[in-house]
């Protein structure tokens, strides 16, 4: 299956110099076990992206964070859609490898991510699943080095509308002035 973007995400990073240097062991969701590869993040929405980003933190984002990057990333990718109910019947996986912190399902995302590249190489740019902080609105995308996405930086800070947004309609505190 093949989704189109836009997709957003919070990035300490602009797109332009991006490290794709994979992490020795795994940080998050979708990344690598055996640290063969670099997995990047990224929602359907900037509120999306902002919402998985900050959620740990209690919704605060922090006065540092001003100058890190919104980035919007532009394309179409072909993908191992987890939103799928088939899919997770072919893989024999549960709704959980999406959401779950536990074990064993957040050792069966990591190595889902070295299954699904090591099976489909290029052919395959990333996996979509379902967010955490917003089923209804905001498909997650955990993608790889060569999907083919152009991206786009601004400072977090001068995203005026987004951060109002957030502080009014989702309870967000940001900790600097914009």
Known sequence: MSIPGPFSRVDAQPFATWNWAPFPAP????????????VRYA????????RERYRDSGSL????HATHSLVT?????RVLDLRQERVL????????????????????????TDSV??????HVHGIAYRSRTTPETST????????PLAGTSV????????LDRLVLTRGFTVDFAY
């Open 27 to 38: 940080h998050f969701r979708f990344d690598s076990a055996t640290g063969l590869w670099r």
């Open 43 to 50: 929602a359907r929405s900037d509120e999306g992206a902002a």
């Open 61 to 64: 984002i922090p006065a540092d």
């Open 73 to 77: 990333l532009t394309g179409r990718v």
């Open 89 to 112: 019947d072919e893989l024999h996986l549960d709704d959980q490898i999406s959401t779950s912190r536990s074990d064993p399902w957040w050792d069966a995302a990591h190595r889902l």
């Open 117 to 122: 590249l090591e099976w489909l190489g290029e």
């Open 140 to 147: 997650n995308l955990a993608f790889f080095a060569h999907a």
């Open 155 to 162: 400072p977090l800070g001068t995203r005026s509308y987004l």
